[in-house]
C-alpha cells in the first residue's frame, strides 16, 4: 500500500474521522440490549417448561403422583414420563396425546379417560382399571397390562406390538385393526372382543384364548397351538 511505513506509520484509515463517534453505543443502549436479551431467555425457559399445577398436584415428568386424586383432571398434551402413578385416580381425566412413556400406572384408575393418541409405550399398567376408557390409535408399544381391565374401551387402531395383555379382561374391547403383533394374551378373557382387520402376528394365545372373539378376513393371526 502506498505511503505504509514500518509498523503501519503513514496509513490513511479510509474511515471518516467520527466513525467511532457515531457507531460507540453509550451505557443506555447497552443496557437496553443486555435487558432484551435477558427477557429473550426467560421466554424461552418459560415454554420449555413443561410442568403445570392441576388439583394441587405438579405435572411433569418423573413426577411422584402416586395415590393423587385428579379424577376428571384436564391433562390433554401433559408430559409425564416415568411418573409415577400408582393407585392414582384419573377416572374421567382427559389425558389426550399426553406422553405417559414409561409411567408406573400399576392398579390407577383410569376408567372413561381419554387417552386418544397418547403415548403409553413401555408403561406399566398391570392391574389397571381401564373400563370404557378411550384409547383409539395410543401407543401400547411393549406396554405392561397383566390383569388389567379394560372392558368397554376402544383401543382402535392402537399400536401394541410386544405389549403384555396376559390375564387382562378385553370384555367387548373394540380392537379393531390394532397392531397386536408379538402381543402377550395367554390367558386373557376376549368375549366380544373385536379383532376385525387387526394384526396378532407371532401373539402369544391359543385357540381357547379366541373364544367369543370377533374377527375377519382381515384379521391376522398366530399359528395357534
Known sequence: VPGLGPGGRGFKSPLPDNYSRIHTWDEMTIKRVVLSLALLALSACAQTDSSQIVNGYKI???????????????????????????????????????????????????SGANLTLANLSNANLAGANLTGAK???AYLSS?????????????????MDGANLAGANLTEVD?????????KMRGSIMI???????????ADLTWEDLYGTIINSDTRLPQLP
Open 192 to 202: 366380544s372382543l373385536d379383532i376385525s382387520g387387526a394384526d396378532l402376528s407371532w
Open 135 to 137: 384409547l383409539s390409535r
Open 175 to 183: 380392537m379393531r385393526n390394532a397392531l397386536l403383533f408379538e402381543a
Open 143 to 159: 406396554t405392561n397390562m397383566p390383569g388389567a381391565v379394560l372392558i368397554g374401551a376402544n383401543l382402535r387402531g392402537a399400536k
Open 60 to 110: 411433569e415428568p418423573d413426577a411422584n403422583l402416586a395415590g393423587a386424586e385428579l379424577s376428571k383432571a384436564k391433562l390433554a398434551n401433559s408430559y409425564l414420563s416415568w411418573a409415577n402413578l400408582v393407585g392414582a385416580n384419573l377416572a374421567g381425566a382427559n389425558l389426550a396425546r399426553a406422553d405417559l412413556s414409561f409411567a408406573n400406572l400399576r392398579d390407577a384408575n383410569l
